[in-house]
């Protein structure tokens, strides 16, 4: 079962293109399901049938796994089953009539205009590393990037004389995003002294490097933001998503558009992007709550 496990995770890599957090993703998901089916007995895939997949998932709600971790799981599972129909190796699909765990949905914590201002304002940007960190904080917060897509851009990636960056985003989509003056700014500073000054092989591409010389990675700019959150003050819980969510909501209360946002954003469906209009009405209403003399 192993071998077929990776099997699937190269054809969604090769013929898919995913990205390896995503595979990274499906992988744990499949051969947590493998573990819980070998405690079972079962060791042939042809041998799983709904009642299983029942039991594994209520196994999973016992151990207090979060209604959306369930369903990631059962998405997992049945993207899994129809590359095993479609390879011949099992000829039905156990988890076709298996519902996934209805879910609340949560709004995204967003920063204040502010506290994006107190967060961007904390590097020091007189040396190397805090000018980097100005740079980064200011391309996120300028075009909503993703943290993965950051850390993936080039340096051929900026074009700064025009003012805007090439991402690529999910499969290798490739969008076209402007650049802030601020951002655009601080970039320039950034390439014109940090970068030359942290790179250590004139061979690397990457435009954000960490103090090595390399590329730097989702785990070190996850410290870097945390960081300057607690040194700005800031109470919120911050994740890597939230400048990309803080980007989306304060183009949207200033009169952006949701299909310009939509493509900004490299959202596929409208639909993802359209919470942000939810997060803007709660936002006036609290406003509202609290100016109003007849709130």
């Given amino acids: 079962m192993n071998n077929l496990v990776?099997?699937?995770?190269?054809?969604?890599?090769?013929?898919?293109?995913?990205?390896e957090n995503t595979l990274s993703s499906y992988r744990r998901d499949l051969l947590s399901f493998i573990n819980f089916l070998e405690s079972k007995n079962i060791s042939k895939l042809t041998q799983i049938s709904r009642s299983e997949l029942g039991d594994y998932l209520f196994l999973l709600k016992t151990k207090g796994r979060a209604p959306s971790t369930i369903s990631r799981n059962l998405a997992s599972i049945r993207t899994f089953c129809q590359f095993l129909i479609s390879e011949d190796i099992i000829n039905f699909d156990p988890s076709s009539e298996l519902e996934s765990p209805k879910q609340e949905k949560k709004l995204p914590d967003v920063l204040t205009f502010?506290?994006?201002?107190?967060?961007?304002?904390?590097?020091?940007?007189?040396?190397?590393?805090?000018?980097?960190?100005?740079a980064m904080l200011e391309m996120l917060y300028a075009t909503g990037i993703r943290v993965s897509e950051l850390i993936d851009l080039d340096r051929t990636h900026a074009d700064i004389k025009?003012?805007?960056?090439?991402?690529?985003?999910?499969?290798?989509?490739?969008r076209i995003i402007p650049l802030?003056?601020?951002?655009?700014?601080?970039?320039?500073?950034y390439l014109d002294t940090a970068r030359a000054n942290l790179i250590k092989d004139q061979a690397e591409t990457a435009l954000f490097l960490n103090h090595h010389?390399?590329?730097?990675?989702?785990?070190?700019?996850?410290?870097?933001?945390?960081?300057?959150?607690?040194?700005?003050?800031?109470?919120?819980?911050?994740?890597?998503?939230?400048?990309?969510?803080?980007?989306?909501?304060?183009?949207?209360?200033?009169?952006a558009d949701l299909r310009s946002v939509q493509?900004?954003?490299?959202?596929?469906?409208?639909?993802?992007?359209?919470?942000?209009?939810?997060?803007?009405?709660?936002?006036?209403?609290?406003?509202?709550?609290?100016a109003h003399p007849r709130a």
Wanted: hydrophobic share 30%; glycine share 8%.
């Fill in 213 to 255: 010389g390399r590329r730097l990675t989702r785990q070190g700019f996850w410290k870097i933001i945390k960081k300057y959150a607690i040194k700005a003050g800031i109470t919120k819980t911050i994740t890597p998503h939230t400048l990309r969510h803080s980007f989306a909501t304060h183009l949207i209360e200033n009169g």
């Fill in 114 to 134: 502010d506290e994006v201002e107190r967060l961007l304002s904390q590097p020091d940007t007189s040396c190397n590393r805090g000018l980097r960190d100005r």
């Fill in 263 to 290: 493509e900004m954003l490299g959202h596929a469906d409208i639909s993802t992007t359209q919470v942000y209009t939810q997060i803007t009405k709660k936002r006036l209403k609290s406003i509202y709550s609290k």
């Fill in 162 to 174: 025009n003012g805007y960056i090439l991402c690529k985003g999910k499969g290798d989509k490739e």
């Fill in 180 to 189: 802030g003056s601020y951002a655009v700014n601080f970039l320039e500073k």
């Fill in 6 to 19: 990776d099997e699937f995770i190269h054809y969604l890599s090769v013929e898919k293109g995913l990205a």
